[in-house]
């Protein structure tokens, strides 16, 4: 059943011959079609931009009063590509490789060389518009190092590359809103997916202002619509990213694929008291400079700068001779988890490691330090009041990122025709973990340089009758988005939505987290099941459906977290062996390193909704690699 639609012929000349086949729409016609872009991050704005360029329609919708809000603005470190400026041995195909290496031999070849060899148009693109890169002191674009690669191929503007990306982005959105060819409708939420002849014709959005139930209709439907990392309450993640756009299309006929592939980042700022609501990052380019450290001695706890050279243990050079401390974040956290767990952690909880640039300033001189992270030695001395030129910074894992998502095939359309995804919201180019700086060069490709050749060969080559927004279908996904609604504002109930969201992220954090047993995901799923039958008989929804109402936004969030919840713990559940940020406890080799099962478990797994009443079913997309060899990921 599931066709990923891969082109034949070699690697390399896949792309290129998949463009030439494709039917192409001619630009007189293009202005026939509307197409509607869900969400302006990288994926959206980009996607948005370049339909609209190529002369459709489109109609963009986001939840910010901004596009430019997007959660894509908070990416921090950079974006990877092959150009080999450094001449230190890169290439498209090493790209390619440790892109399938760092996510664990779990994705698509095909769409993953396809990623390497675009990553270096995204670089000369994003130049033309303006985006202000680092320069080398002659005047060529610098790079730094990132986890899970040897070489430096990280392009970047300071720490702060995802919103200069996104500012290139948003200017070519607003070119193109300002020429008529793209309307936007900020403070939109979608709440469901409107399918006619078995094809996604639109969507049904609630103005998030006037409370207003909306029908948007097309001739095709672009979600960019992020990550769902935000389900374990505490995450990095921007606090609107949610599940319900995917998790909504998933109910409407859209695969669901590798629910449980969440992404646990190193290098965050440790969680302090219980009613915190969010994480701060802290990039993983400053692991380029910073050392990571623990006391080699469990339970000591003297300051940092009285622990001397012989009594710390930098376990990730000792452990990873190789990469050190660029080892890939599953590897990282894992590592950083197991330390903490031997009573060895730091800081008041206990659960932190030092990342120490002592060494780096001393070599480099605090000014290059500066140079380099000094938005984000300020953000870290902000949120701490501890400074970090002369105090190691103290860091712990946290949930960042998610490689789950709605399943798509090489042209990145779900398994509900006309439906594409892009960006975080597809099951992704990662495998069972991303590389970090990879995401930004995902949401890009799929954006600028994918989509603009798959839509057209999608809209010219299938029938869809003309229809509006009178259709029965839009009437009957606007009652059930109207009644849902109301079924929320009149639990009323005693405990707050946020009370439920947070028990919902210590469930998944303990069972579902940086590891897991059988055992802890059976458990997993009863509490979730008991907490959801909970929520709608106890949560408290205060106002009302036409007015601004964020208690009623969140409490919306909420209770598709607390259903796909249960989806990403039988997906987990399902998977009898460890892969990059799955990590089953059963199955590790002699030195605790995940340990795969190629033989069963070398597919995708994509879940297909059979009704509320009804276990989904589990769809296998089998992984089929003809130009790499799978081997033990090893980073020694
Ligand atoms: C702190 C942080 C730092 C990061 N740094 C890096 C980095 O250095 N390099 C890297 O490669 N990656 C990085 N990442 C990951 C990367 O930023 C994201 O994966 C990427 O930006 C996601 O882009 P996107 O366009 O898919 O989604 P987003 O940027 O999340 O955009 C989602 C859009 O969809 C809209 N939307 C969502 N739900 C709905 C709905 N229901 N209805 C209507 N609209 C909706 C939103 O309004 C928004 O416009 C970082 C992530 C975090 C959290």
């Given amino acids: 059943m599931l066709d990923a639609k891969i082109p034949s012929g070699p690697l390399a000349e896949k792309w290129d011959k998949h463009r030439f086949e494709l039917k192409l729409v001619n630009p007189a016609n293009k202005r026939k079609y509307t197409i509607i872009v869900v969400g ?18 489109v109609n963009n919708f986001c939840i910010q009063d901004s596009p430019r809000r997007a959660h894509s603005i908070a990416a921090q470190g950079g974006i990877n590509a092959a150009k080999n400026y450094q001449n230190d041995g890169d290439s498209i195909r090493r790209l390619f490789y440790d892109t399938i290496k760092g996510g664990d031999f779990r994705s698509r070849e095909a769409n993953v060389y396809r990623l390497a060899q675009v990553s270096n148009n995204i670089i000369d693109h994003c130049v033309a518009q303006g985006i202000p890169f680092a320069r080398e002191y002659g005047g060529l674009l610098a790079n730094r190092s990132f986890g899970g690669a040897q070489v430096s191929r990280t392009f970047y503007a300071r720490g702060q590359t995802g919103q200069q990306l996104l500012l290139g982005a948003y200017s070519s959105l607003m070119r193109q809103v300002a020429a008529g060819r793209v309307s936007m409708f900020p403070r939109r939420e979608l709440l469901d997916i409107v399918v006619v002849n078995g094809q996604a014709r639109g969507i049904v959005v609630r103005n998030l202002v006037t409370g207003e139930i909306e029908s948007h209709g097309a001739d095709a439907v672009v979600l960019c619509t992020g990550g769902y990392a935000n389900v374990f309450y505490l995450s990095t993640n921007a606090m609107a990213s949610n599940v319900s756009a995917t998790y909504r299309a998933y109910k409407k006929g859209a695969f669901f694929a590798n629910p449980c592939y969440t992404q646990i980042h190193p ?3 440790p969680v302090h008291g219980t009613y915190q609501s969010k994480l701060t990052l802290m990039s993983e380019s400053l692991r380029n400079d910073g050392r990571v450290w623990v006391p080699k001695t469990p339970g000591d706890q003297r300051p940092p700068d009285q622990i001397p050279e012989s009594e710390r243990d930098y376990y990730l050079e000792e452990k990873y001779p190789s990469f050190g401390n660029l080892v890939p974040r599953d590897v990282a956290s894992r590592n950083a988890k197991a330390q903490c767990d031997m009573g060895k952690g730091v800081g008041e909880t206990g659960f932190a490691v030092y990342l120490d640039f002592a060494d780096a300033i001393q070599r480099d001189s605090q000014e290059v330090i500066r140079q380099k992270y000094g938005n984000l030695f300020q953000m870290y001395e902000k949120i701490t009041a501890s400074n970090p030129y002369e105090t190691p910074m103290m860091i712990y894992p946290a949930s960042h990122y998610v490689m789950g998502g709605l399943w798509v095939d090489y042209n990145l359309m779900s398994t509900l025709d006309g439906l594409f995804v892009l960006g975080e919201a597809n099951f992704s180019d990662h495998g069972a973990n991303r ?26 080559g299938t029938d869809r009758p003309e229809i509006t927004t009178d259709h029965p279908a839009f009437k009957e996904a606007t009652r059930y988005v109207t009644e849902r609604t109301q079924k929320l504002l009149s639990i009323n109930g005693n405990r707050t939505v946020d009370d439920f969201h947070r028990e919902l992220g210590h469930i998944l954090w303990e069972y579902c987290g940086m590891s897991r047993n059988d055992e802890g ?26 007015d601004f109402n964020q208690s009623l936004e969140r409490a919306g969030r909420v209770a598709d977290f607390l259903e796909f919840a249960e989806l990403m713990v039988m997906d987990a559940f399902e998977r009898k062996e460890s892969c990059g940020g799955h990590f089953n406890e059963a199955y590790q080799t002699e ?20 009704g509320d009443d009804n276990d989904p079913e589990l769809h296998k997309e089998p992984l089929v690699f003809e130009n790499v060899e799978l081997t033990q990921r090893s980073y020694k």
């Avoid at 009863?526 to 036409?546: C, D, H, M, Y």
């Avoid at 030195?591 to 059979?610: G, I, S, T």
Wanted: hydrophobic fraction near 45%.
């Fill in 40 to 57: 302006t991050g990288l994926a959206g704005g980009s996607a948005a931009a370049s339909l609209a360029e190529l002369g459709y329609y």
């Fill in 267 to 269: 290098t965050c700022i």
């Fill in 591 to 610: 030195e605790q390193e995940a340990m795969r099962d190629d033989e069963n478990f070398c597919h995708v797994a994509a879940w297909e909704y059979k």
């Fill in 521 to 546: 995901l059976l458990k997993a799923r009863t509490l979730i099941q008991e907490l959801r039958e909970e929520f709608w008989k106890n949560a408290v929804v205060p106002g009302l459906s036409e």
């Fill in 435 to 460: 590389l970090g700086a990879s995401a930004l060069m995902q949401g890009l490709a799929d954006g600028y340089f994918v989509i603009p050749y798959t839509i057209g060969g999608y809209l010219a």
